[in-house]
């Protein structure tokens, strides 16, 4: 009973999501945080940086590797991202006749707190080796809400007062979920989590700055022993790591989106030595800066997305 209605609530989804998106890849929606993807055929490789939301796929089915960890996901599980992560995503089951449909919906944290602070929300402790990415189960009920989100767009008028009651509502699913402990341990004040997350945010959003491991450190509130043992766990990577993977990715959106020579992207987004640039990018992407991005403006290629939820 419970299976047939969940897979009526994905047939629906995906129509709506037809609907609002036509023929268009990638939709920016007037609901604040969501947008819609679509493809129709399995794509390459992409590295990207996945913002801290849930990714609902209504039909075909998506891999992502964070380190060395693969997270594959479909119609019956989502996406589940609690920091910003610099991921490898591809596309691995699309097709013209049944193309990957999906949702995005980007968290704010101060609406998460809120929810956790609600006395009748109670929710699983964390095992302290997860990382900050999860898959979990779409239930009916998960599914519904989703489905009266993407409603919402063709009312527009009722977006400002509704579209924040049913995000609450999608939150509040994920949190009574097995994988909400790790939602809750990033929004948590003083959890080990939340304070690795402070670190990770500094990072994101000084990644061109010089890096000093004991300053992030104070900014955490913890050991340098203990910072790289949680930031290791909750992206797999060091904190030296994630920097390098967000300058990289954002260097070749630099000359992919605004036609900045290599070295200038180097020095943009912080590298001191253009050499060192080409060589770390060339080991990251498979080949040096300008001949990928020559491979990337080929007609044939699979469109770039540096950064996103989906």
Known sequence: MLRDQAHEL????ARKIVSFIGSAENRATEIPGLTLHRRTAPTAPCSMTYEPSVTVIAQGRKRVDLGR???TYDASRFLLTSVDLP???????????VPCLALSLRFEM?????????????????PSDSPGMATGETTVEFLGACCRLVDLLASPQDIPFLSDLIQREIIYRILRGAEGARLRAIATLGEQSHRTAKAVAWIRANYAKPLCVEDLAEIAGMGVSTLHHHFR???????????KQLRLQAARG?????????ASAAFEVGYESASQFNREYSRFFGQPPMRDIRTLRLPSAQPMESV???
Not at 10 to 13: K, V
Request: aromatic share 4%; net charge negative; hydrophobic share 45%.
């Open 233 to 243: 766990v909750l992206t797999a990577m060091s904190p030296l790591q994630y920097r």
């Open 254 to 262: 630099l000359m992919l989106m605004d036609g900045l020579d290599a």
């Open 10 to 13: 994905r047939t629906e989804l």
């Open 308 to 310: 996103g939820v989906g």
């Open 87 to 97: 991921v490898v995503s591809r596309v691995t089951e699309a097709s013209e006749e």
């Open 69 to 71: 960890t693969s997270f």
């Open 110 to 126: 101060p609406v998460v707190r809120e929810l956790l602070s609600r006395e009748e929300i109670d929710v699983a402790e964390v």
